[in-house]
């Protein structure tokens, strides 16, 4: 790894990361979270466990010799002949913190959406896991980890209470006292303060580094994270809650790794719509063979996507082998493209009926107002979205759930709104003496012309997962009847 930016590094006054057991932390210049200069007293010692001793001794003893290892940077491997790979990869492993994650009491979407990112910097990721809150057991599991991986990535574990134990662990591990660091006990001061509270004194524990750590800086939240260094290998350790972990890996994280597997992996994903996963597969078979890339069908419940893929040594290297893919899947699939990567249906909508002065407005049962949202949360809202009206069915002309009544819904949703296009969507969530199942919906599309389409589906999967499917087939015949219109 290469030396941590100006903004986020500690100048260490000992030799590059210290070693197990220094008793004062030797702060010379600091550059931490935008604070500069020196500090202003020495930093105070904050010895692992202190709390408790109970915890103070667990996993310190019996330590094994940490002994040197390659670079993150792995050095190019020799083909047999004799021609360097320049396509080196970093192994890595994620490790979830938290005895709520170990229980089922909250979903592990952190590690699914850390592992999403890996492959395009060329990353490896081997194993996961999930560790409850035990300070042996953490320190236990990352020497596992640091034995087997380049890059251990934690998320959790880094708050101010007693069950926090990621800073400690990794200080176990090294074998590395943490110390207080005065610029981030006053970056916390000054964050309470502002709300107008008193810091709580356990919130000291977030100021603490070890030398071979420096911070990741955290504006939204107290917790900063650490980037951990030694012996060729790193432990990147960011907060639990999502948006502090995301905002922290895009702006701090990835950035820092960038390039140094070697080689990385660029995709390009297009997004179709109205055409089932076995024809989309079949016509794209011409591209299928193109040298350097790898394409694959995905059905998604906005259509079937198609990811195209390219590893290369750098992301234009790789940009160049996909252009030529797309091209001729936009030439195969025409308007049955809707999107590409991030986009959405309904910030396609709400584009595209910006760009010719239209807008659409909805009228909803059961959905309770979910269409309505789904279409003002686009960026582009603001002067294609022009209401939306949510009735209980006791409207006689709305009652029943029939693709007459979504019609009616739809063509009373233009009047009342005066918009151009008009949706309505009608559902049985629980069951109903008109249907003949529960989980039936109908949605509905009027278009400017009064011409008016319906479509009826049946989902047996619960509330929830009826009322987001009826919101993305109302999304995807609105697209349909827009396209139409041109």
């Given at each position: ?313 750098t992301r234009e290297e790789a940009r160049r082998l996909i252009e030529p893919v797309e091209r001729e899947l936009d030439a195969i699939f025409g308007n049955a493209i809707w999107g590409r990567d991030e986009d959405t249906l309904e ?10 002065g239209q807008t659409v407005g909805t009228l909803e049962t059961a959905t309770g107002g979910l269409l309505a949202s789904t279409l003002s949360d686009a960026p582009e809202a603001r002067g294609s979205f022009a209401g939306g009206l ?49 989980g039936t919906f109908f949605v509905a599309v009027a278009g400017p012309a009064g011409d008016r389409r319906s479509m009826k589906m049946v989902m047996a999967q619960g509330r929830a997962a009826t009322k987001r499917r009826a919101i ?15």
């Amino acid at each position: 790894m290469g030396a941590p930016p100006a903004g986020d590094a500690v100048t260490n006054a000992r030799p590059a990361w210290g070693r197990g057991g220094v008793p004062v932390l030797d702060v010379g210049p600091v550059a931490l979270l935008g604070f500069a200069g020196r500090p202003r007293q020495g930093p105070r010692s904050c010895p692992v466990g202190s709390r408790r001793r109970d915890r103070g001794r667990a996993g310190g003893g019996g330590r094994r010799p940490l002994g040197h290892r390659p670079a993150l940077t792995r050095a190019p491997r020799q083909s047999r002949s004799g021609r360097a790979d320049r396509l080196a990869r970093v192994k890595a492993e994620i490790v979830a913190i938290g005895t709520e994650i170990l229980l089922g009491e909250i979903v592990d979407t952190n590690s699914a959406w850390i592992a999403q990112q890996l492959p395009a910097l060329g990353i490896d990721l081997n194993h996961t896991s999930v560790v409850g809150d035990n300070l042996e057991r953490v320190t236990g599991t990352l020497r596992r980890t640091w034995e087997r991986s380049d890059l251990v990535i934690t998320t959790g574990g880094l708050g101010p209470t007693e069950d926090d134990l990621t800073r400690e662990s990794i200080a176990n591990l090294l074998g590395e006292e943490p110390h207080v660091v005065p610029e981030l006990e006053e970056r916390l001061r000054s964050f309470f303060s502002r709300r107008g509270i008193e810091m709580p004194e356990t919130n000291i524990k977030q100021a603490w580094l070890i030398p071979s750590a420096r911070v990741i800086d955290n504006p939204r939240g107290t917790a900063p994270g650490w980037w951990t260094e030694r012996d060729g290998r790193v432990i990147v350790s960011m907060p639990g809650v999502p948006p502090e972990m995301e905002r922290m890996w895009i702006h701090e994280v990835a950035p820092q790794l960038e390039g140094r597997s070697g080689s990385v992996l660029v995709t390009r994903t297009l997004k179709t719509a109205g055409i089932g996963e076995g024809t989309v597969d079949e016509m794209a078979r011409p591209v299928f063979d193109m040298p350097g890339i790898g394409v694959g069908t995905y059905a998604r419940a906005d259509g079937v996507h198609l990811r195209i893929g390219a590893k290369a040594a750098t992301r234009e290297e790789a940009r160049r082998l996909i252009e030529p893919v797309e091209r001729e899947l936009d030439a195969i699939f025409g308007n049955a493209i809707w999107g590409r990567d991030e986009d959405t249906l309904e910030g396609f909508i709400a584009r595209t009926l910006r760009e010719r002065g239209q807008t659409v407005g909805t009228l909803e049962t059961a959905t309770g107002g979910l269409l309505a949202s789904t279409l003002s949360d686009a960026p582009e809202a603001r002067g294609s979205f022009a209401g939306g009206l949510v009735s209980a069915g006791s409207e006689e002309e709305f009652a029943g759930v029939s693709a007459e009544t979504a019609e009616a819904m739809a063509a009373a949703a233009r009047e009342r709104l005066g918009s151009d296009y008009g949706v309505g969507i009608t559902a049985s969530l629980e069951g109903d003496a008109t249907v003949e199942q529960p989980g039936t919906f109908f949605v509905a599309v009027a278009g400017p012309a009064g011409d008016r389409r319906s479509m009826k589906m049946v989902m047996a999967q619960g509330r929830a997962a009826t009322k987001r499917r009826a919101i993305t087939t109302a999304l995807m015949l609105l697209r349909s009847g827009i396209l139409e219109e041109e």
